[in-house]
């Protein structure tokens, strides 16, 4: 079964400590996996695609890196406004009736203190 | 500004209420999806369109409904049979799913229901 796991469930940080975020997978191909960034009562906005294991994606202080069997999303001195929630997703080559709608992972609950 | 839009962002129901969310899209996506999403829990597909009426069930379709008239419209009704719907509903748009394409999806900014 295709499944996503996101550890840690929640992380807490000083402002300026730079942490990662991990992303684990199980799935029978990979055809994307997709970082998202939700604040509280939003939607979630999207960050990156990853298509392939050592493929990797920068914007400001996040840095999302694939491997084969998982991602990571680093966070280099984080500030407090980088509090959020961040999910992952992945989208499977199965060709199945679901064929293309991603499976979400529980998330990371990121609180960075000043 | 190209975007989702859903309506209303709170919703409160009586029980044995049906009530309709709205999702409107201008990103001229095919695709639009019904999330819901629950503390603790990630979120989990209820219906998806891959193309004018045209829809398909997901992983927790039972006691929702939707239709897909239009390419930029994707209402989703939750009856009187959904025995739980307090949550988080989210709607999501990409351009398409099919073949080798990569289903980016952008969110709207999500509906909190409450049953009363």
């Known amino acids: 079964e295709d499944q996503v796991t996101q550890s840690p469930e929640a992380l807490r940080l000083q402002e300026g400590e730079s942490s990662s975020l991990n992303c684990s997978y199980t799935?029978?191909?990979?055809?994307?996996l997709f970082w998202y960034r939700q604040d509280p009562g939003k939607g979630p906005e999207f960050l990156f695609t990853l298509y392939s294991a050592g493929e990797e994606k920068e914007k400001e202080r996040l840095k999302a890196t694939l491997t084969k069997k998982e991602s990571f999303l680093h966070i280099t001195a984080p500030k407090p406004e980088d509090s959020a929630t961040y999910l992952c997703a992945v989208q499977a080559t199965n060709y199945g009736g679901s064929q293309g709608n991603l499976i979400f992972g529980k998330g990371t609950k990121l609180s960075v203190k000043p | 500004d190209g975007g989702i839009t859903q309506s209303p962002k709170y919703l409160f129901r009586k029980e044995g209420q049906n009530v309709t969310l709205s999702c409107e899209q201008n990103l001229n996506h095919d695709a639009m999806y019904w999330y819901r999403q629950d503390p603790g829990q990630g979120l989990r597909l209820i219906y998806y369109s891959q193309i004018v009426n045209d829809f398909q069930k997901g992983d927790i379709a039972e006691g929702y409904s939707v239709s897909r008239e239009k390419k930029e419209s994707f209402p989703l009704t939750v009856t009187s049979a959904q025995k739980n719907p307090t949550a988080f509903y989210l709607c999501?748009?990409?351009?398409?799913?099919?073949?080798?394409?990569?289903?980016?999806?952008?969110f709207g900014p999500g509906t909190r229901l409450t049953v009363l």
């Open positions: 799935v029978s191909g990979l055809r994307g």
């Open positions: 999501a748009s990409s351009t398409s799913p099919f073949g080798w394409t990569y289903n980016e999806q952008f």
